[in-house]
């Protein structure tokens, strides 16, 4: 599978997906650390892909995603930013309530 088509099926396939260096647990950069904390106090499961480990799409995300550094948050299909951007949004409330709503009609879709 080329690997733009690998990164159209993660997004596809996960609502929230986190673009990282490194994992949640073990984060390899501040900003991936403070990007990943964000998400993990919004209190919602999401996946993620660690670029070190996935070279490919750590050449090609930024091109496809027209945004050049990481981490790069996506929610349903659509890129939200970069730490900076994540950090502001939490801290002005705009974040968890977007990640309640996504994760709540996913298990709905689950369910179903």
């Known amino acids: 599978m080329e690997t733009i088509d ?3 099926q993660q997004i596809a396939e996960n609502p929230i997906i986190l673009y990282m260096k490194g994992s949640p647990k073990l984060p390899s950069c501040g900003f991936s650390s ?3 904390q964000v998400l993990i106090n919004c209190g919602q499961p999401f996946a993620y892909v660690d670029i070190l480990q996935n070279p490919d799409i750590r050449a090609e ?4 995603a027209n945004w050049p550094t ?3 948050l996506w929610v349903e299909g659509e890129l939200i930013g970069g730490c900076d951007i994540i950090v502001e949004m939490f801290q002005t409330g705009e974040l968890k309530p977007l990640i309640d709503e996504v994760a709540a009609k996913h298990k709905q879709e689950d369910a179903e």
Not at 61 to 64: E, G, S, T, Y
């Open 61 to 64: 995300l930024p091109a496809f």
């Open 70 to 72: 990481f981490p790069q």
């Open 6 to 8: 690998r990164i159209k």
């Open 34 to 36: 403070q990007a990943s």
